[in-house]
């Protein structure tokens, strides 16, 4: 293998994780067999439809799995340790410290019985060592920061007090009250108004550059990934389909589904309208996907290969994994007539 | 099935088909126990005049607490408005008594958001899509009955032997489908569609767009599509309108609001939406919006929008601005265009 010291460091490596639920029918795999980097200062854009995992593998990484689910295999190196054989006293410092996580729900992360100053300065007191006095003086620093107005007033306030988007900038506030090397945002914004879901956008992506902080976004809008991130893996069915660069995955998606994903998204500053490109289908049970290649079924480019072989991400170009028989015929100018 | 294409037509004419007239929706907040009394009201929708036209698709867009969904419930009597008046097919459907009313809501239909909670568990879709069918009476007999529902399961894309099936056993988008199926049993003229396809997936999103595209030129449907979402609002609609606040901001034709927003709302909700275009966004110019949506509660006084308005002057605060043509088929609300 070839060392080369000019790439950026890796900060993050899943390696072949494998994630399950057992269910009486046996063991279904949500994330099956997925590997991925994230570099320092980066940031990574996870992209997929509902069920296919990318959820799954962000809770993986903290060792959040609810039962019945359990990580089967693979290996999360963060700084050249492995997540999944920490023990529990080493994950906490890494936890909320090191790597931080924002959910979707601005209403359920945050405890509505406690104010925003205990919930704040609580990993300030814990992870940083910090005073009371002195806590709640960096606490209100966080506040600003994140923008919320009056912040030494509000800091007082229950979360029951504050806007859903208000909300959301106090979890990233106490994300990255300990500067984490690390912060996953899984649809963040999803439940937020657009004009709020911008000025949070924003806010995250302005606050981790200026910490150095890797930020991990996970979603569903196509938009949010194209505006903030750097690289993006796209999901389907458990298993990361194709990744790249933002500029190659959507101007030059060499896999079905990805092509299939950026047709099905109207846009407003297209020229004309035109019937809305679908893919067919729905998205398999992952209990029962379909052998071979997931994607098949819903193909337009679809092989007599794809039912019997299953395709592996294999390197397309520089910077461009492909997880598909077909990837060189493959492009948003070439759809075969179905 | 004639597909045509979507981009098409031009905003349809003659007499509209419904008409809403300065409709308010205030409600009260109620203080006390014993006795109870109204300490406020809630402008949710706070005199809203729009027509849509027969074949129209007219798009309502806001976000949250906007009153586009409690608009559209309103103009099928689903809320009472406060005052206004709703004139559909000519006649002043506010005024009806129950029974006149329950009468003519055969020509109006509803698609919820929600493929989850807006379909009975406990009853096999064929019933849920048959029960128009025996509320205003339509079928003749007991074949006929199951011969329409079958129908209505074409229609939309499922397959006639579904009719047994609960809903627990269809995806988000088939549930959809059984939504779109039971507001069309009672073949009705107008839907008014809230977020019907908000809750699915994109690749599920584009196959509903479509289906409601082609059910519109085969029944001549009129639409009120109700949505957040700005580019799907776009693609299926020929005139937009956009609500903050419960007023109504803007209203013009697709191609005009999307290309020349006069609104300084609309212009900042056009700019917050990020297009699936990595280059283009590094060079767009956004107007990134201060601050919160007010509380409908406690509107700000004049213009509902002054106080994250990167345009705003003293007079904005002072001053309600009404609808005014601003271009032609583009009405505007505000003083400083």
């Known amino acids: 293998m070839n060392l080369d010291f000019s790439r950026p460091r890796p900060l993050l490596e899943v390696k072949n994780l494998i994630t399950q639920f057992s269910t009486e029918a046996g063991p279904v795999r949500v994330v099956d067999d997925v590997s991925f980097h994230i570099n320092e200062g980066e940031i990574l854009g996870l992209v997929g439809e509902s069920g296919c995992g990318k959820s799954i593998t962000a809770l993986s990484i903290m060792r959040l799995i609810p039962s019945p689910g359990e990580i089967a295999e693979g290996e999360v190196l963060f700084g050249g340790r492995d997540i999944l054989q920490m023990p529990d006293t080493e994950l906490r410092t890494v936890r909320g410290r090191e790597i931080a996580m924002i959910f979707q729900e601005p209403m359920t992360s945050l405890n509505p019985v406690l104010t925003i100053a205990r919930q704040l300065m609580e990993p300030l007191r814990l992870h940083m060592g910090m005073t009371k006095e002195a806590a709640r003086e960096r606490a209100i620093e966080l506040l600003e920061m994140v923008g919320i107005p009056d912040a030494g007033d509000r800091i007082d306030d229950y979360p029951h007090r504050m806007s859903g988007g208000q909300r959301q900038r106090v979890m990233i506030a106490i994300a990255m009250s300990c500067n984490p090397k690390l912060l996953i945002a899984d649809e963040a914004t999803t439940a937020l108004d657009v004009t709020i879901q911008a000025q949070i956008l924003e806010m995250m992506a302005k606050l981790t550059k200026e910490i150095g902080t890797a930020l991990l976004i996970i979603t569903h809008n196509l938009g949010v990934v194209a505006r903030f991130a750097d690289r993006v893996n796209v999901m389907y069915s458990g298993r990361i389909r194709e990744s790249g660069t933002v500029d190659t995955i959507f101007e030059n998606p060499r896999h079905p589904y990805t092509v299939g994903l950026l047709d099905s998204i109207p846009r407003f500053d297209e020229e004309e309208r035109e019937r809305m490109r679908t893919i067919e289908g729905e998205i398999p049970d992952p209990a029962n996907r379909p052998s071979g290649c997931t994607f098949r079924t819903r193909c337009r480019w679809v092989a007599d290969d794809c039912a019997t072989l299953d395709p592996q991400l294999i390197s397309f170009e520089d910077d461009h994994n492909v997880a598909c028989w077909k990837a060189e015929s493959v492009s948003r100018d070439r759809r075969p007539v179905v | ?337």
């Open chain 2, 1 to 337: 099935m004639q597909l045509g294409n979507p981009g098409s037509p031009s905003a349809p004419e003659g007499k509209p088909l419904l008409e809403a007239r300065d409709v308010k929706v205030h409600f009260p907040i109620m203080k006390g126990i014993v006795r109870t009394r109204p300490v406020g009201y809630v402008k949710a929708v706070d005199g809203v005049n729009l027509s849509i036209m027969p074949g129209e698709t007219l798009g309502l867009v806001g976000e949250s607490g906007s009153g586009k969904t409690t608009f559209g419930r309103a103009i099928l009597r689903l809320i009472e408005a406060t005052s206004g008046q709703v004139i559909f097919d000519g006649e002043n459907i506010v005024e009806l008594g129950e029974k006149e009313m329950r009468r003519r809501r055969r020509h109006m239909g509803m698609v919820f958001q929600d493929p989850f909670g807006s379909l009975n568990p406990r009853m096999k879709v064929g019933s849920t899509i048959g029960e128009p069918l025996v509320i205003h009476k339509l079928h003749e007999s007991k074949e006929d009955y199951h011969q329409q529902v079958g129908d209505l399961l074409d229609i939309v894309g499922l397959s006639r032997n579904m009719a047994d099936r609960y809903p627990h056993e269809f995806s988000g988008g088939q549930r959809q489908r059984v939504g779109v199926a039971r507001a069309l049993a009672a073949k009705p003229k107008f839907l008014v569609l809230d977020e019907p396809v908000s809750a699915l997936d994109v690749s599920i999103q584009a196959q509903l767009i479509n289906l409601l595209e082609d059910l519109q030129r085969e029944f001549d449907l009129t639409y009120l599509f109700i949505a957040h979402d700005l580019s799907v609002v776009r693609h299926i609609s020929h005139r937009v309108a956009v609500m903050y606040l419960g007023r109504l901001v803007e209203i013009a034709t697709y191609r005009d609001l999307y290309t020349n927003p006069k609104h300084p709302y609309t212009q900042a909700l056009l700019s917050a939406i990020p297009l699936p275009d990595p280059k283009l966004e590094r060079t767009r110019d956004r107007i990134v919006l201060k601050g919160d949506i007010p509380s409908p509660r406690n509107p700000p006084p004049g213009c509902v929008f002054n106080t994250r308005c990167p345009m705003a002057t003293k007079e904005c605060t002072e001053i309600v601005p009404e609808l005014e043509l601003v271009a032609l088929d583009h009405q505007a609300a505000c003083i400083n265009i």
